[in-house]
Each structure stands twice: as C-alpha cells, then as structure tokens.
C-alpha cells in the first residue's frame, strides 16, 4: 500500500448522532427504519501526527491517550482506553478495505451523549471513517462508507450490529427523517411538517445490557426465520409469525414503519403518535426490551403533551423519544425534566432535536 502524506494544517469531520423514531430491531432482518440524524454530532479534528507511522488520539469526552499503529496490525478489542478500540476499529477496517490511513493526531468532541441509545459509537466511527477515506484520497459512496464505519465499529466491540446507525449518519438531511431500508439499502429523506419536531429524554438508566442481550434477541429472530425457510424475516408474513413474539415485533414494526412514512407523505399527521406508542407497547411486551425506566419516560412524555412516544435506539436503558408540536417542545421538555426530578432523579437529561445534515468534513 502507498503510504499517505501526512497532515500539514488541521481540517475537520463531524457526524451526527440519530434518534430513531420508529422501526427498532428490523434492521438486522433486512426491515425497515425511519431515524433522523440529530444536532448533536461527533467531531474529529486531524493534526500533524506526534509519532512515525502512529495514529494518535485524546478525546474531550473520556480519559486516556490512544496510540494506534497505521499499519492497522494491532487487535482492536486489546486497545486501552476502551474508546480507543473505534480508533483501532475504524484504522484497521480502513486498511483491509484499502484505504491507507496516514499518521496523525486526533482530537475527538462530541455533542452526543454516550450511552444514551442516541449512537454516540457510530457517531465517532462514522467521522472516523469519513476522516480516513478523504485524507487518503479514497472516494466510497454513502452505503460503502456505512458498511466501513459498522465494520469499524463491530471491530472495536465484537457486537454484531444492523447499519441502521451509520446509514442514517452519512445520509441526513436538515428537518427530514430518513426512510432506511436494510435490504435495498437505500435512505430516503422524508420531510418532517414544520409544525413537529422531538424531544428526546433520557431513562436514567445507562444500556448496560445492550450487548449481549442484543445478541440473544438476533440470534432467536435469525431461528425463527430459519425454521420458516427465510432468509430474514422481511418477507414473513403476519400469520406465519403470530404465535412468536419476537418474530410478531419484528414483522409489524415494518408494518408500522411503512404507515408512518405513508401518514407523513399524505399530511395525516394525527396517525404519527399512535403508531409510535404501539411500537413502544411492542418493543415492551414482544421484543422484551424495554425497562421500567423508558416506560416511565414514554409515560411521562405522553402525560407532558407528547402526540406519541417510544423508547428509541436497541432499549435495555437508554433515551425515550417523543413527537411533539414544535412550539411545545421547550414546554414538554421542561415538564418531563421536573416530573424526573420530583421522582427522585438526579440530574435529568432531556432535550428537543432538530434533523441534521449528513457526515462529512466541515
Ligand atoms: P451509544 O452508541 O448508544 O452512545 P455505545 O455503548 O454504543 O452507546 O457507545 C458508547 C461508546 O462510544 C463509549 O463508551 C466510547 O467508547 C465511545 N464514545 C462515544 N462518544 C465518545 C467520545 N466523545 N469520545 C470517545 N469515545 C466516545
Ligand atoms: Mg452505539
């Protein structure tokens, strides 16, 4: 591989984080989701490099210093601090895929909270990636650059996830939501009515679970497609999955996903919110994983004025989204973050997002 020139000024990438507002858990079934890429954004800025042949990274998020060879040799889950290994996950998968990744010195910032379900991780691998690609002079088409970053990212925590994330961060665009689907793999801007936006409110519970129960969830959807001879669960029928829960959640949250788009394209506004609360209802009692926590916080959304609420993101802790009348979303937000207060929660987060535009450099 030609090795990059390296870095003389500074330039810089961002990404955005995304809220999903409906369609959670179809994405690895080749489904359907409909996220927005959020104000919130992960930004890398790219220096000089500090050492030969290293990519070097501090972050204004977490501690640690991370050193990481270009040679994209070093085993991404080895790499302390642990965020280091999306730095080690984006350098290595660049450098199977071609990419030759120059010396530099990496500065990483971001508005996303991590953790929080608003895909934080995907954020940072997807400026990552997008950093990589266009230093090295390599041009790869929005989907490519989606595969690389969930490469990256599936790399760095060995968790097998869909490209929900990273598609809707490198295909948003301002005040529209963006129809994914996961076998076509295409992205298609749906405009939000200027009279809606959302708020987002956090359960007060970190994804601890996120993982491995992840993990567990895919692999009985996978069983149940299997037994019915498919190859995801994108074509099963209703019928062919009523008596399975799992498979039940993932087949009409497509359903769901296709009336949401559809009531948003002819103006019927009204059917917005029920269809987020029945997906929330679905992910709780089919797909099982919800928490007390994000029921509380679709409650308290729902309570507060929100036209409908769901958790949002893989559950198992995390952020609660609501729709709501754009010029209530400060009075929502208020109301929900004293309701979180009264019941005893510390510091509650809440707060109203706009869509944003797609990564790139700034
Ligand atoms: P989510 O994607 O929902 O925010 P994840 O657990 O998937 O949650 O990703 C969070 C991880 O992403 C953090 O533990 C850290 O490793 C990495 N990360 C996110 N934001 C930053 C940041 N600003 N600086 C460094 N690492 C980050
Ligand atoms: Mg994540």
Redesign the pocket.
């Known amino acids: 591989m030609v090795a990059q020139p390296e870095p003389s000024g500074t330039r810089t990438w961002r990404a955005p984080?995304r809220i999903n507002v409906i369609g959670d858990h179809t994405d690895y079934q080749d489904g359907l989701c409909l996220p927005m890429a959020i104000d919130r954004e992960?930004r890398v800025v790219v220096a000089p490099p500090t050492h030969p042949e290293t990519v070097t990274a501090t972050?204004?998020?977490?501690p640690g210093a991370v050193a990481v060879p270009t040679a994209g040799t070093t085993e991404p889950a080895s790499v302390l601090p642990?965020?280091g290994?999306?730095v080690a996950g984006a350098v290595s998968a660049c450098i199977d895929r071609g990419v030759a990744v120059p010396a530099c010195g990496l500065t990483?910032?971001?508005t996303?909270?991590?953790?929080?379900?608003?895909?934080?991780?995907?954020?940072?691998s997807v400026a990552l990636v997008v950093a990589f690609t266009d230093l090295a002079g390599v041009t790869l088409d929005r989907v490519d650059l989606a595969r690389l970053a969930l490469d990256a990212?599936v790399r760095?925590?060995g968790?097998p996830g869909g490209l929900l994330?990273q598609m809707a961060a490198l295909h948003g665009v301002a005040d529209h939501l963006l129809l994914l689907d996961c076998r076509a793999l295409t992205a298609e801007p749906v405009a939000l009515p200027r009279a809606l936006g959302f708020v987002v409110v956090h359960s007060g519970r970190p994804?601890t679970l996120?993982g491995s129960a992840y993990a567990q969830r895919r692999a009985e959807v996978e069983a149940v497609a299997r037994r019915l001879g498919l190859a995801t669960l994108r074509d099963a029928a209703p019928e062919q999955v009523a008596d399975d829960p799992r498979a039940r959640h993932v087949v009409t949250e497509n359903a769901r996903v296709r009336a949401f788009a559809d009531a948003l394209r002819a103006g019927r506004t009204d059917a917005l919110g029920p269809l987020m609360v029945a997906s929330h209802a679905s992910l709780r009692d089919d797909y099982g994983v919800s928490t007390p926590e994000l029921d509380r916080a679709v409650d308290l959304l729902m309570a507060h004025g929100a036209l409908g609420a769901r958790l949002t993101?893989?559950g198992f802790g995390?952020c609660a989204v609501g729709l709501v009348q754009r010029n209530h979303a400060d009075d929502v937000v208020a109301k929900v973050a004293r309701a979180l207060e009264a019941a005893g929660e510390p510091a509650p987060v809440a707060f109203a997002v706009r869509g944003a535009d797609a990564a790139g450099e700034v």
């Open positions: 984080g992960c972050s204004a998020q977490m642990a965020w290994r999306f990483v910032t971001s996303v909270p991590a953790g929080s379900g608003l895909s934080s991780s995907s954020a940072l990212e760095a925590t968790v994330d994804r996120a993101g893989a995390g």
